[in-house]
Structure formats: C-alpha cells, structure tokens
C-alpha cells in the first residue's frame, strides 16, 4: 500500500509518522514544496525574534528522522491532481526519473497543502523590501532589514500579523501596523478587547492604525526608503514593509479534479474527500467545527495535528470519526496574553446571554458567552490561569446548572464552576448527557 502525503506542515508529519505506527510495512512518500526539511510556519516568529536558529523550526529534530522512519521525503511541488489514475503530477526537484517523470501513482492520498499569504491588490508589492512572513525564505529576507531603529509598515493586525508585530519590537524596529478593520485581531477579539490590545501596543511605541488601509507602495528612484500611502491621505515612510493580510487555503492544483471545494476542501467525518482514496487534513480542508456543528475552515496547528492523525488512521483501515474541533486561539502579544475560545461572539440564539468583566486599566478582559446553561464561548485579555478551563468547559458541553448565574454576576469565579463540574462529573463530553452541577 502506497500513501503519498501532500504536505510537510504539522498535519503531513503526523500523518506520516501515523501511517507508519499503524502499518511497518507501507510505502510513505510524503511530499514538501520548499527545500527545507519540513518546519512549522508559527515558529518563524521565533527565529525573526533570535530565541531560535533556522534549525529551532524543525518539527522532527533528531537526525535522520524520516530516513529511519523508512518515509521517503520528496521536495517537489504538486501541478495537477489526476483520481482517475490516482497519481499526481509533479514538477521541481523531486520530479525525476525515479518518480516517473514527474508522475507519482498512490494507493491513499492525504492533502495536507496548507495556505499561502494572501496578497491585497495594491501597487507596489513587488518591490524590494516587501515581504509576506510565511517561510523560511521570507524570514532571511525580512532579517536583512529588520534592525534596531529602522522604520518598519506591517500591513495587517490580525493573529498572523500580532505574532509578526511582536517579533519586530523584540528587533527594536521602529513600527507602524495599518489594519483595514476597525479593530486588531478581528476575528478573534471584540470591540472591548481588541481596543484594550491596541492601547497597549501603544503603550510600548507602537503606531498602530485600524480602519485604515494601504493604497499604494512606492520607492523614488536612487531612493533606499519606501513610500507607503495611506488611505488617511497620508504616507510613511518605511525601509522593510511586512504583509500579513490573511492567508487562504492551497487549493488550485485540484482545479478540474472533481473533488468538492468550498472555503477549503470538504471532508466527512473520517477526514475523507468527495474523492475515493482521498483524504484531507489541516489549513487546506474544511472539517467540523465542533462549537457550530457545521464545516469550516481552523487554521490553528494544533487542529493540524489533530486532523493528520484521525486522516492516517482512517487511511490505514481503521474507523476513528473526527467529531469536531475547537476554534481557539492564544496571542502574546509584548506581554499581553490574549485568547478566545469557541462561540466568542455568541451563538445568536433566542437562549444565549454573556457575562462581562473590564479593568481597563489593569488590562484585564473577561468574556463568557453561555447558550441556555452551557458556556460555548469566551475571550480574555491579560487573564492566563483559566485557559484550559474555559477551553475544558466550552468543548465538553457540560450543564452549568446555577453555577451560570454566578458566573454573569462574577466571571472570575469560572475555576471554582470548572471544579465543581469536574467533580460532579466522573465522564462528560460533547455526546454524552448534560448533567446539572449544584452550586
């Protein structure tokens, strides 16, 4: 049996390494687009910051790893996806002769292709200095200007850019961040704290500019400073532009291939496509968000991993349905640690309430979104101790019972609501019952 992984991120690896604790004797070829040995993209900000070296992004760090784990690793790009003949075409490095010509044929198929950077239409980003933070490559780039003192435009404040925006203070950069949404990490924090975030970037010299957006990059000839126009009228200069506009899923190598695509590739619940052999996992693929029930794209790592996983078990002939994954995110943020969990925004039905919690000036965020009495959502600002609590009560779906109206009265009190459900509940999960908890 020959599985063939599209994908060396965080989802291709496990898989890999999956398919082989299940089956010693498969074939493995798993498939990487970049010269590198396969890295995890979230530790770039890492190595920009100077806690790691090139190597610190390495998922596997022993030598030898995949040679000892008999999965051949091939640095080569995928073009076109043929099911009929179940094999793909390939182009770059590891298109040779020992691979067909450029033709792989594979028994089961994993897509794990991950994103790529979006980028906006605006005139000027092709020039030198501008630069997306998404590899390796990236990285070397945005490191030969990236110093102490120089003027620096990092066009996007969501989660991607709030990672970036921290390495290049630790670089001691000069930094103005433009985001077109009224607020940083929009799709992660409300009004409340998006507001709390972007007063404490400022706190730390950091301009920061929402509802703003940039319109045009130029460079004067002979000049070495970029001109970055705003849509507020007015332009900054800047030696190194960094875009972090979002990313979307690596999809259009299967165009024509039949396989269903919608914000990213569909999958049942055994991570399976549309397409027979074929699989799906990661940031390119859309799975069950466990708080809505429905498909949706989670571009976190740790779903990644969670997705290769249940992929390769299913490849190798088990039955392991993915029942959902919990859209969650921790940021840090120059010391400000910000997270949000689940429904954060709500569930907009005619039973859901929330319970809110502010010290503006301490920096200090607490937001509970209850639907009847289970919590399905949460966001906190400067607050770390409850983290897994709230991740704990918000994925299980357990009753609160009366712990519900404590809890809107004093938010703070979810460790002793997560206490008492843990121990009034021996066994509790997203499909199991709901029981009540006394107060």
């Known amino acids: 049996m020959h599985h063939v992984i599209l994908?060396?991120?965080?989802?291709?690896?496990?898989?890999?390494?999956?398919?082989r604790k299940q089956d010693p004797n498969a074939q493995i070829t798993l498939i990487g687009g970049e010269p590198e040995p396969p890295y995890s993209r979230m530790a770039i900000p890492y190595l920009l910051h100077g806690n790691i070296d090139e190597q610190g992004t390495y998922l596997r760090q022993a030598p030898n790893h995949y040679d000892n784990l008999?999965?051949?690793?091939?640095?080569?790009?995928?073009?076109?996806?043929?099911?009929?003949?179940?094999?793909?075409?390939?182009?770059?490095?590891?298109?040779?002769?020992?691979?067909?010509?450029?033709?792989l044929n594979y028994d089961r198929l994993l897509i794990a292709a991950g994103a790529s950077p979006m980028r906006p239409n605006i005139d000027g980003l092709d020039l030198p200095g501008v630069h997306t933070c998404w590899t390796l490559a990236d990285a070397r780039e945005i490191l030969k200007y990236a110093e102490r003192g120089k003027s620096v435009v990092l066009l996007g404040a969501g989660f991607i850019g709030s990672i970036v925006l921290e390495a290049l203070y630790a670089r001691g950069c000069d930094l103005t961040v433009v985001e077109i949404a009224p607020r940083m990490v929009a799709r992660m924090l409300?009004?409340?704290?998006?507001?709390?975030?972007?007063?404490?970037?400022?706190?730390?010299?950091?301009?920061?500019?929402?509802?703003?957006?940039?319109?045009?990059?130029?460079?004067?000839?002979?000049?070495?400073?970029?001109?970055?126009?705003?849509?507020?009228?007015?332009?900054?200069?800047?030696?190194?532009?960094?875009?972090?506009?979002?990313?979307?899923?690596?999809?259009?190598?299967?165009?024509?291939?039949?396989?269903?695509?919608?914000?990213?590739?569909?999958?049942?619940?055994?991570?399976?496509?549309?397409?027979?052999?074929?699989?799906?996992?990661?940031?390119?693929?859309?799975?069950?968000?466990?708080?809505?029930?429905?498909?949706?794209?989670?571009?976190?790592?740790?779903?990644?991993?969670?997705?290769?996983?249940?992929?390769?078990?299913?490849?190798?002939?088990?039955?392991?349905?993915?029942?959902?994954?919990?859209?969650?995110?921790?940021?840090?943020?120059?010391?400000?640690?910000?997270?949000?969990?689940?429904?954060?925004?709500?569930?907009?039905s005619a039973t859901s309430d929330n319970a809110r919690a502010t010290n503006a000036d301490g920096y200090k965020y607490m937001r509970l979104e209850f639907d009847d009495d289970k919590l399905v959502g949460a966001q906190c600002i400067g607050l770390t101790e409850h983290v897994g609590m709230l991740r704990g009560l918000i994925q299980t779906g357990c009753r609160l019972g009366g712990w519900k109206d404590k809890l809107k009265a004093a938010p703070e009190r979810i460790g002793e609501a997560y206490i008492a459900a843990a121990q009034g509940a021996p066994a509790f999960g997203p499909t199991g019952p709901s029981v009540a908890y006394p107060v």
């Open 7 to 19: 994908g060396a991120g965080p989802a291709g690896v496990t898989a890999a390494e999956t398919v």
């Open 70 to 103: 008999a999965i051949n690793y091939v640095n080569a790009r995928v073009e076109a996806l043929d099911h009929q003949n179940q094999s793909l075409n390939l182009s770059g490095p590891g298109a040779s002769p020992a691979l067909n010509s450029g033709s």
């Open 190 to 348: 409300d009004d409340t704290a998006g507001g709390m975030l972007k007063r404490w970037c400022e706190t730390k010299g950091v301009s920061v500019l929402t509802n703003t957006k940039v319109q045009s990059i130029a460079r004067k000839t002979g000049d070495a400073t970029l001109s970055v126009s705003l849509s507020t009228g007015t332009e900054i200069p800047a030696q190194l532009v960094v875009l972090a506009a979002g990313v979307r899923p690596n999809t259009g190598f299967l165009a024509g291939s039949d396989i269903l695509i919608q914000n990213g590739i569909r999958v049942d619940e055994y991570m399976q496509t549309s397409l027979p052999n074929i699989y799906a996992a990661g940031d390119c693929c859309e799975a069950i968000d466990i708080s809505t029930g429905s498909h949706g794209v989670l571009a976190i790592q740790p779903t990644a991993v969670e997705h290769g996983r249940i992929a390769a078990l299913n490849m190798t002939g088990g039955r392991t349905p993915h029942l959902g994954s919990l859209n969650m995110n921790v940021l840090d943020t120059m010391g400000l640690i910000s997270s949000s969990f689940g429904l954060w925004q709500g569930s907009g």
